[in-house]
């Protein structure tokens, strides 16, 4: 059973372009989290989403970010028009309930 | 809101040497506790987790931590790090029966050969 799979690794983008992550949640799994890392500081949750249903996004900034969690396919985190301070990892995490999270690798977004 | 805070930002020791990371949080209700461990290069993935029961937890690759309800900690220790033990230490919180975790900022670990 693969882990969650988050793509890319890497990701340099140019103030005002878009920025989209991907994670592939663990088979079986239905619950989808993310999570933003700030430099020095902890993960800060983001949004919890269930398949086609965003249940908590209260950890989302209001403007240029927005997540999904289609019925087929990955769930995105995409973040218009980035800004410096968008710079960033992003992780994912899954679980089969709201119980014990799995998380990926994360996604490290630098914003030049 | 609920937070953690971990005590040490980075630390250096050598192998055989024993660890200790500290871990407070702050919220009056009952809480389930965790840490996690990232190895460069891998994702993030759980050391040990407290939802009740003996407050001395042990978890994977020799790891224990011990809940003091009293001063809201959640400590995590290992008598002998190896070199393989290099890596960024997670402690977590969430409330029972909610999904959030809340995030210390982290402890490096690197051990010396």
């Known amino acids: 059973n693969a882990g969650v799979m988050q793509n890319p690794r890497h990701l340099v983008r140019r103030r005002g372009q878009e920025a989209r992550l991907r994670c592939s949640p663990m088979?079986?799994?239905?619950?989808v989290y993310w999570y933003r890392q700030l430099p020095e500081e902890g993960l800060k949750f983001m949004v919890y989403?269930?398949?086609?249903?965003?249940?908590?996004e209260s950890g989302m900034p209001k403007e240029r970010f927005s997540a999904e969690f289609p019925k087929e396919g990955p769930s995105i985190l995409r973040i218009q028009q980035v800004v410096r301070g968008d710079s960033a990892a992003y992780f994912c995490?899954?679980?089969?309930?709201?119980?014990?999270?799995?998380f990926g690798q994360g996604t490290r977004l630098t914003v030049v | 809101a609920q937070s953690v805070s971990q005590h040490n930002h980075h630390v250096i020791l050598s192998e055989a040497a024993s660890l200790e990371l500290g871990c407070n949080y702050s919220y009056g209700g009952t809480v389930n506790l965790f840490w996690y461990v990232q190895y460069p290069g891998q994702h993030l993935q759980l050391l040990l987790k407290?939802?009740?029961?003996?407050?001395l937890v042990k978890g994977i690759k020799g790891f224990e931590a011990e809940f003091i309800k009293s001063k809201f900690s959640f400590n995590l220790r290992k008598p002998s790090v190896q070199w393989s033990d290099t890596a960024e230490y997670f402690c977590a919180v969430t409330p029972v029966g909610d999904y959030k975790l809340s995030f210390g900022a982290g402890t490096t670990v690197t051990v010396r050969a």
């Open positions: 995490a899954s679980s089969p309930s709201k119980t014990e999270a799995f």
């Open positions: 088979k079986g799994h239905s619950h």
């Open positions: 989403l269930q398949k086609e249903n965003i249940i908590d």
């Open positions: 407290y939802f009740s029961g003996d407050p």
